[in-house]
């Protein structure tokens, strides 16, 4: 069954480093998301990307965070300089496309993210 | 602004037992309604998906119904086992615009169910 892919897992990073959290969506998806939850936290929307660019984004997507889908199959979240309230799990998710049946959502398995 | 709330934050019930969990919201144009699945420390796992013209949806031993007009979902799992325990979470997909697929999440309510 096809799924959705996120890598590192886990990763650690140093407070003022830039960090980039990869994710490989469902391959005939055209929407894709990044949404974070901190511990013990509602899991919170950051970003919504469809045609190339991003059709929505949440107050804490400020300029510190950018997407990028470099290719036909990589879906990217970079943080430019991590702070410590940017340590959460990072889920990455798409989904088909509009219509009947083109609407659930199909998440990652996350990458949490440690910043010391 | 869409709010999603979760009834209740934990519940803890024997193995067996039939057992209810509530979402609610705010706001009643939605798209669609998702549950999901989420162990300790994992990914979301969707289990069902509630189109806004539907009023509900079974797969397997859960069924999740829909009343858009109330604001309310609620999931209904059938014989509970150990397995079950995990964290559900409700999540919305507000109607039109430019924010498609965008979804709002409940707190979740955190299962255990012991033998």
């Given amino acids: 069954e096809p799924e959705v892919t996120q890598t590192p897992s886990h990763q650690v990073t140093q407070m003022g ?17 990044w949404y974070r939850q901190i511990l013990g936290q509602k899991v919170e929307f950051l970003v919504s990307f469809y045609n190339n660019e991003i059709s929505e984004k949440s107050e804490i997507f400020d300029d510190q965070f950018s997407v990028e889908r ?30 009947f049946d083109g609407t659930e959502a199909f998440f990652g398995q996350g990458t949490r993210l440690t910043v010391v | 602004k869409q709010e999603v709330t979760q009834i209740p934050a934990a519940l803890s019930v024997p193995e067996g037992e039939n057992l209810v969990l ?49 604001g309310r979902s ?6 509970s086992q150990p397995g079950d325990s995990a964290t559900y979470l ?3 997909d ?20 012991h033998p």
């Fill in chain 1, 17 to 33: 480093q830039e960090v980039i959290l990869r994710c490989v969506p469902i391959s005939n998806h055209l929407y894709f998301y």
């Fill in chain 1, 70 to 99: 470099p290719d036909g199959s990589n879906f990217t979240l970079k943080i430019r300089s991590t702070k410590l309230e940017d340590s959460a799990m990072y889920f990455c998710a798409s989904i088909p496309g509009r219509g």
């Fill in chain 2, 22 to 70: 509530n979402c609610s919201f705010t706001d009643s144009a939605i798209y669609n309604l998702q549950w999901f699945r989420q162990d300790p420390g994992k990914g979301l796992t969707s289990l069902l998906l509630i189109q806004s013209s539907q009023r509900e949806q079974t797969s397997g031993r859960l069924n999740a119904s829909l009343d858009k007009s109330s």
């Fill in chain 2, 74 to 79: 609620t999931l209904y799992i059938a014989a």
């Fill in chain 2, 90 to 92: 409700c999540a919305v």
């Fill in chain 2, 94 to 113: 507000r109607a039109g615009g430019t924010s498609y697929g965008k979804l709002t999440f409940g707190q979740g309510t955190i299962l255990t169910v």
